[in-house]
């Protein structure tokens, strides 16, 4: 059983073929980061709109592979409505997660937890954090 | 040829089921090469040049027997191989010391989408600084260069010819030599990427008459860090060098200095020495394999693995036509970087992206592609643990729901 | 220090009675940094960057992690830290990158006659082309550059400062810091040449605050084909490259191209890997003893050295003040290539020249000198052997008639 | 016994400290070459005046070691008076003996045989050559 197979299993492959909040919005309120990942291709650009601490609306868009594609999408399920700083903290962890650095597994990541088998594929781990980062320069 | 016989040579290959096809990107290095750069290391590593003892002595006559073993090798002379960090760099040296000086508004340069950056950014910076234009050689359905087509955009507004011998992308090799005759008889200066046909096969500068010529180390079983630029000699000689300093002078006041001939001239500093010397010990042992058996060995392989690859649904080949043992391809639908990580984890490594080759990924219409490079240590076996690979990541992918 | 102790870790003076002091030329290589770099080429000799295989990863993450390790070594960051293909081709980016884009007629550039040819034909070229001046800081009668006399020539004319840190011939350190503020409250720009400070003394970038520097590995128990510059990130960043390719841009369309930030900017094509993998095992060797140990143990050697000349009659030491481990001096009346073959039979290793610096040989009115340089290999027994054969070689050139 | 001392025997030292035919001319019969070894600071330069195929005249000047500077001394007076073709062969000849090559040991080749033990001294083997280099060039 490869372990490729626990990678892809259906949370990211469905946030790959049906993304959620994908395309972009021509309204000020919203800050956008684009960030690339030059070796492969990856391009991810994400949106937010923050308003009283809040994260109201995260939008994204894209190509890429799967995990660097589904992971906008899922970051922006997971991140919408939330206060500022907890987003900041459940991105935080998420990555570190990502990297195999220690974090905190009492914070639920939800679908985000499904990229926990990256860590077995260190050459993925951009794939799987660059809409995150984006999301990060976003909001800070 | 048995390949299996040669996987011993090969340190990275031992005890490990590892399926290497990214030799495009860099090839593998052999014990042979290691030992010499280690003698190297353990018995004179000491400046060249400079010293007048027996150690420095010793590190000077190896240097420059490297430097003499691998003129010959491609048919030059001593003063026309100049050592450099790598063949991008050579490549810049072309178009920063010879395009930046001698091209002018109006001038035209011919180029094509098969380049590797490292031979259209040069020429890019080249053609704002100077107002020189950059001509595309148009290219066939199949993404060849062929001489027809270089005839649509020669004139007598070309000035430079700037194309690469075999493309790192479709393996095709470009009629050089009768684009050479050709841009030769409108008075164009010819510099040829040999970055990926050098490692493969018999190249001789002067048969091809090549203005220059550039190629690197690290693909043909050498070490990193070395580089080669063939120029011919009375090019050269008119050249200005363009890093300055230790070693490139014959006489130094306080405004003004005098340079030596090539190719000193062009490399100023403490060279590369370890890494002269193990490129030199590379091309020993090429040689000592010879190049008709690697070439007809790779071209077998790829073969096989093309035949294979036409009988499965789902994938596509964008070089069917590949001259050399490169293949491009994707699964249908699903990323390259999905598909190579299928491949990692069976310890097949290959290579998925641009490339370095943004233009042939444009004129693909992909954005990147999975790219398979057979060379001497490949086998049979090699081929079918890929192919049956192939088989299973398409069957994976599928189900997964790509 | 017992420096017996670390002749062992250097295969070159194993089963030699080899007394190497030709280290400010090149030191000899310790079997560490050789083991890291066959490390490489033995287990994961690929590309970087480019490859999403485990294989490429790790040799990334090992080509990654030594420039983090070199740029802790200097106090600088990721960003500020490129690898070069020595020192003389680091102090040449600067050159070419900052001083033809920003100098023009009538701003001066400050230079001294203690310059390797490394740090002074570069300007020598901006000087030309762009119409700048160089101006010289008048060397005191020992030869040193010193903050008075550097005031004499410091204008508000003045744009750049090129200076070296420790002269390779004199073995003086510069006053850099002082200069360095004096030169920054002119708004001139500083390039440091560290050749031959960083491998024997603690090197600081942010606190000696200059604004490019540059070092070679092979000078510093690392490899050759591989140099390090330092730059400012703000200065960085403006920049533009001078080689252009693969690697260092991230998204190429047929007329333009878009580059990456520093320092992959700087870096086209594939990097000496192996290289940089070397000279970060490099420094974590010398760290190992301790750079004070380092410092504190060549000046012991020099100190006994120098007391022994001074005492011979019929030599002329030309740098009794040096302040590193370089000593320079004659044999009277005779020609150093004459006297370093005497000491070459005694397999005492050892420079004869004009060491890059003819300026240098113009200041003390030579054609040529010898030298003498100790490093951490070196120990008294060094010292003893050095001496005698001062004397015998005395002695000998006297007796056939010199 | 060093072998140094063997090298540096009195004909050597005596050309070196009592150069022949040292000194230009500014005359325009003569033909001039220049040779510089950077890496010493060597410098020649041999002044050759042939006329009816004999060299009639050599003289040189220079700055740089003994073997260099003697080197230039014993050729002048080696090969003044010889015809070219003769000249030349001593010179192809001393140079093959200097770098270790086969030569013919019958040809006389007088007090230039005194510079044999340059083969010791491999490093030195370019001061000892370059004098003789430079007269090739100037009847060639
Ligand atoms: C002071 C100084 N600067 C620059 C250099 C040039 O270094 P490299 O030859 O490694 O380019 C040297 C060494 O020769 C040196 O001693
Ligand atoms: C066709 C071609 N040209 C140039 C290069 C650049 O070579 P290097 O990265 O060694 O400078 C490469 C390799 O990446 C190549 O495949």
Redesign the pocket.
Known sequence: MRQLENLYRQIIMDHYKKPRNKGLLDDARYKKEHIKNPSCGDDVTIQTFVEDGIVKDIRHDGTGCSICCSSASVLSTRLKNLPVTEALKISENYINMITNKPYDETIELEDAQAYEGIKDFPARTKCATIAWKAFENTVK | MDATSFKKDFPALRNTDLVYLDTAASSLTPTSVIKQMNEYYEHYPV?VH?GVYKLSFRATEMYEAARNTIAEFIGATFEETVFTRGASSALNLVASAYGLTNLKEGDEIIVSELEHHSHILPWQNVAKKTGAKLIYVPLTPAGRITVDNFKHVLSDKTKMVVLTHVSNVMGYETPIENIITLAHAQGAIVSVDAAQSVPHKPVDVKKMDCDFLAFSGHKMCGPTGIGVLYGKKHLLDDLEPIEF???MNDNVEKYDAHFKDTPYKFE????PIAEAIGLAAAIKYLRSIGFETIYAHENHLKEKALDALEKLEGITVYNPGTDTGIITFNLDGVHPHDAVSFFDEDNIAMRAGHHCAQLVMRFLDVPATLRASFYLYNDEADVNRFIENVKAARAFFTEVGF
Do not use: E, I, L
Request: aromatic fraction near 0%.
């Open positions: 400046n400079r300093g230790g070693d100023t500093g403490t060279p």
